[in-house]
Antibody, heavy 120, light 107 residues
Framework: EVQLVESGGGLVQPGGSLRLSCAASGFTFSDHYMDWVRQAPGKGLEWVGRSRNKANSYTTEYTASVKGRFTVSRDDSKSSLYLQMNNLKTEDTAVYYC???????????WGQGTLVTVSS | DIQMTQSPSAMSASVGDRVTITCRASQGIRNDLGWYQQKPGKVPKRLIYAASSLQSGVPSRFSGSGSGTEFTLTISSLQPEDFATYYCLQHNSYPLTFGQGTKVEIK
């Protein structure tokens, strides 16, 4: 059974940092692109960033609003995806989901999400 | 960036109604589009991928169509469990972009 379990969310002050983790199981993690998607309270879904797989050199993509502040990384040996978030802003407050790109088509599996609150 | 314009943003419908939701892309995206259902407090669930392919386990009353810039999600006969918010997502080019969502409520 495919499972994605996020952790690391919490309350952080503006300008602070946080690292989210997504532990994957039930599939060959190294084969898949993995994404982060977020949802601000009461708002719609927003794509945050992507980690391509080993075959594509683990390259990454980001939405403009987080570029230079957020870093997506992965450790295939631990079947884990990460999101390092620096210089956090109040508008980064959201539930953050990790999601699997299955056979080239997003997203066949999602984690349960982890809430990040940026507030003083 | 490719803008995805979903319509309507909200609608009221009755059980048994045929429901159609549209997503328009600001430029052609071939069939690089998926549809997702999200219920309050729950994780999004994929219904359709590649514009018209039904996700395994999703009831056949859901269907998708379109290519290029105009896409449609149709629910042939709305069921009580279908009241939710629906999103389209284009993955043709970066950044990936979602539509703003369509909330389907009970009439």
């Amino acid at each position: 059974e495919v499972q994605l379990v996020e952790s690391g969310g919490g309350l952080v002050q503006p300008g602070g940092s946080l690292r989210l983790s997504c532990a994957a199981s039930g599939f060959t993690f190294s084969d898949h692109y993995m994404d982060w998607v977020r949802q601000a309270p009461g708002k719609g879904l927003e794509w945050v960033g992507r980690s391509r797989n080993k075959a594509n050199s683990y390259t990454t993509e980001y939405t403009a609003s987080v570029k230079g502040r957020f870093t997506v990384s992965r450790d295939d040996s631990k079947s884990s995806l990460y999101l390092q978030m620096n210089n956090l802003k109040t508008e980064d407050t959201a539930v953050y989901y990790c999601a699997r790109v299955g056979s080239g088509w997003p997203y066949d599996y999602w984690g349960q999400g982890t809430l990040v609150t940026v507030s003083s | 960036d490719i803008q995805m314009t979903q319509s309507p943003s909200a609608m009221s419908a009755s059980v048994g109604d045929r429901v159609t939701i549209t997503c328009r892309a600001s430029q052609g995206i071939r069939n690089d589009l998926g549809w997702y259902q999200q219920k309050p407090g729950k994780v999004p669930k994929r219904l359709i991928y590649a514009a018209s392919s039904l996700q395994s386990g999703v009831p056949s009353r859901f269907s998708g169509s379109g290519s290029g810039t105009e896409f449609t999600l149709t629910i042939s006969s709305l069921q009580p469990e279908d009241f939710a918010t629906y999103y389209c997502l284009q993955h043709n080019s970066y950044p990936l972009t979602f539509g703003q969502g369509t909330k389907v409520e009970i009439k």
